[in-house]
C-alpha cells in the first residue's frame, strides 16, 4: 500500500504566498518523480510543477516564475511554494507520485487526495 499525504491547503488574499507539502510512504522502493497537478470546477485537470528525483523540474506555463517545486529523496516529500497567487490559481491541487514498490520495478503512479487552495480578490 502506498499513501501521499497532503498539506497546506487553504484560503488567501490575491498577491500572497502559500506552501503545499506531499509526503509519500508506505512500500514505496524508489521514487522517480513528483508533482502536483489541479482541477478548477468545469476546467480539464492541468499540470502545476513536476520535479524528478535528479532534480529536473516542468512546470506549467500559467505558473512559471510564480511557483517552484523541491523534492526532497531522503523523505520523499514534494514542496510547492506559490508566490503571486491569483484569483485563477483557485482549484483543488493533487499530488501525484510515480515510483516502484519492492514487489515490482515497474512503474506506477498514484494521486493524493487533494487539497483546496483559494484566492480571494
Known amino acids: 500500500q502506498v499513501y501521499l499525504v497532503e498539506s497546506g491547503g487553504g484560503l488567501v488574499q490575491a498577491g500572497g504566498s502559500l506552501g503545499l507539502s506531499c509526503a509519500a510512504s508506505g512500500s514505496i522502493d524508489r521514487v522517480g518523480a513528483m508533482g502536483w497537478y489541479r482541477q478548477a470546477p468545469g476546467k480539464q485537470r492541468e499540470l502545476v510543477a513536476q520535479v524528478t528525483s535528479m532534480g529536473s523540474t516542468n512546470y506549467g506555463n500559467s505558473v512559471k516564475g510564480r511557483f517552484t517545486i523541491s523534492l526532497d529523496n531522503v523523505e520523499k516529500t514534494a514542496y510547492l511554494q506559490m508566490n503571486g497567487l491569483k484569483p485563477e490559481d483557485t482549484a483543488v491541487y493533487y499530488c501525484?507520485?510515480?515510483?516502484?514498490?519492492?514487489?515490482?520495478?515497474?512503474?506506477?503512479?498514484?494521486w493524493g487526495q487533494g487539497t483546496q487552495v483559494t484566492v480571494s480578490s
Open positions: 501525484n507520485a510515480i515510483f516502484t514498490t519492492l514487489d515490482s520495478e515497474v512503474p506506477r503512479d498514484d
